[in-house]
T-cell receptor
Framework: KAGVTQTPRYLIKTRGQQVTLSCSPI?????VSWYQQTPGQGLQFLFE???????NKGNFPGRFSGRQFSNSRSEMNVSTLELGDSALYLC????????????FGPGTRLTVL | GENVEQHPSTLSVQEGDSAVIKCTYS??????FPWYKQELGKGPQLIID?????GEKKDQRIAVTLNKTAKHFSLHITETQPEDSAVYFC???????????FGKGTMLLVSP
């Protein structure tokens, strides 16, 4: 069974631009969670989608948003990029929203110049 | 909200030695505790997990223990090998809520 895939793997943007990251969960998994990983803050939860609905949201500004499609694929968007948004963005999928293991993709490395 | 503390931040051992990483959590409602291994350039990989109705779980050279009263859990790796070198993260989650709260990570270096 194929794992979680994320595209693109690397991205370079400049301040003020916006970016869209994509995540395809493991086949049959309906929950997708997004995390931001930085050296200083570690892994921080952004949001979770289940059956096309946002179920939980972390403590990030409204510039960070996401959505999930009927095939469970998910996208996250960051608008008006800031230097501090440079990070590894990780997507994790679960077979059901809670009480199940989360499996991570390889991440998208975003660099904001 | 939940807070997870992880120690040590770095750990160096000789091949064949044992390694122990410890985590504490703050929310007594947490009931699921996974451990992830992250190698350079890769996403975190789930290596073992434990639920609050179990005190210990083993999988070959890896074991996890949980002390609910003290709100801490530990990862034990025996007979370490150079390929065990990576960053290890502990996490906690409480029932009915899917979000994982992670520790800051432990960089484990196993020298041949």
């Amino acid at each position: 069974k194929a794992g979680v895939t994320q595209t693109p793997r690397y991205l370079i943007k400049t301040r003020g631009q916006q970016v869209t990251l994509s995540c395809s969960p493991i086949s049959g998994h309906r929950s997708v969670s997004w995390y931001q990983q930085t050296p200083g803050q570690g892994l921080q939860f952004l949001f979770e989608y289940f059956s096309e609905t946002q179920r939980n949201k972390g403590n990030f500004p409204g510039r960070f948003s996401g959505r999930q499609f009927s095939n469970s694929r998910s996208e996250m968007n960051v608008s008006t990029l800031e230097l501090g948004d440079s990070a590894l963005y990780l997507c994790a999928s679960s077979p059901v929203g809670s009480n199940n293991e989360q499996f991570f993709g390889p991440g998208t490395r975003l660099t904001v110049l | 909200g939940e807070n997870v503390e992880q120690h040590p931040s770095t750990l160096s051992v000789q091949e064949g030695d044992s390694a122990v990483i410890k985590c504490t959590y703050s929310d007594s409602a947490s009931n699921y505790f996974p451990w992830y291994k992250q190698e350079l350039g890769k996403g975190p990989q789930l290596i073992i997990d434990i639920r609050s109705n179990v005190g210990e779980k083993k999988d070959q050279r890896i074991a996890v223990t949980l002390n609910k009263t003290a709100k801490h859990f530990s990862l034990h790796i025996t007979e370490t090998q150079p390929e065990d070198s990576a960053v290890y993260f502990c996490a906690a989650r409480y029932s009915g809520y899917s979000t994982l709260t992670f520790g800051k990570g432990t960089m484990l270096l196993v020298s041949p």
